[in-house]
């Protein structure tokens, strides 16, 4: 019994490979396929789909009917003739199975990896002790079952993690790849996968720095891709290390990578810590003089509050030559007056005043908040 795709065309069946000129010497004999069907032709209709014989003989070129599958249709049968080239002829029956190929997810995480271990350590309850990185670009690219072209770009979510959903099986002689743009300002941790087991259907790959290569799902799909995938970061580069003692799981607050200068582009990535359940994406401006920072959260739901907080509200770490910038935003959106960002009613986008400037810019100074 041989396997054939659903809604692919021009499959090769190796029908020879159990064909045998015994008791003939193999060396004197060699086998080819003559004739398909009860007539004996180069071509026929099956009941379900189409065959033809390959060029060289060696092989049949199938084809299934649009949208035909076994489980729903059963199986393909039909006849064909093999000869010696010395005037033996026998014939024989093929089953074709048609499958459709069952699509995986492909996925895993970001995170600030503090130890460098290459996992992303929990608590006694379960609970990541080590941050995600949300917003960082991770690119599939490859080559389908179908001859498509993949190449897709996800961002890692607020928990930092990321997934490409429905993967076909990757193309014969083709793998996929996953590549990931990595943090900014953060030293390049461990890159590993979690479970480089596999079996039949799933090849997992090699890791390097900062993408997977070699990756390979059968025809029948596999769970076990889906969380398999870590990008580490070592921690954070010399001139935002300041910041590094606020990144924790366990505290409450907010941090962002960006980049002063880019205008209207979105930040590098950001990490969510306590107090900002219901969050889905952040982005900041920062005053020319780091005096106030303007905070856009947006929720689940798609809705946005925009808040202009002090330089109370917040620490900086970074260089005002290059725009370059993390901030931490110190306590929850509650704290720094969002609205609750799980619920479906929220405040409309506005301000909060942002107090005494004159004194804001002179403590910026005094407290070494200038980069």
Known sequence: QLLALKDFTNQTLDVLENDTSFPDRAEDEVLTIVGLGPLQQPS????????????????????????????????????????????????AEVTVEIIDAV?????????????????????GTG????????????????????????????KTDVTGAFVFKNILPSASGHTYSLMSQGAQFAIDGIDKIMDESGDAQYNPGRAHNDYFDGVELGVWGTQNAKNNYMF?????????????QYLSSTRKGLVLATNNMHGDQEDFW??????????????????????TATLKVVNAAGQTQTRTLTYRDYYVAGDRTTGDYIIYFNGSAQDLGFGPLAATGVPAEGEVP???????????FA???WA
Not at 107 to 121: C, F, L, Q, T
């Open 103 to 123: 699509p995986s997810d492909i996925g895993g995480m970001a995170y600030m990896d503090v130890n460098n271990n290459g996992i992303r350590d929990k608590d």
């Open 367 to 369: 407290s070494g908040q």
């Open 44 to 91: 026929i209709k099956t009941p379900l789909g189409n065959a033809a014989i390959a060029a060289d003989g060696k092989s049949i070129i199938y084809t299934p009917d649009p949208g035909v599958v076994s489980t729903v249709n059963g199986l393909d049968t039909f006849a064909y003739t093999i000869g010696d080239g010395r005037g033996g002829f026998d014939t």
């Open 354 to 364: 942002a107090g005494q400037y004159e004194d804001g810019v002179d403590e910026v």
């Open 232 to 244: 580490g970061e070592r921690g954070l580069a010399g001139k935002f290390i300041s910041v590094a």
């Open 270 to 291: 950001f990490s969510v810590l306590q107090g900002w359940d219901g969050l889905k994406s952040a982005d900041v401006h920062l005053s020319a003089d780091l005096a």
């Open 127 to 154: 609970k990541y002790i080590e941050i995600g990185l949300a917003g960082i670009e991770v690119t599939l690219s490859g080559m389908n079952i179908r001859g498509a072209a993949v190449n897709q770009t996800v």
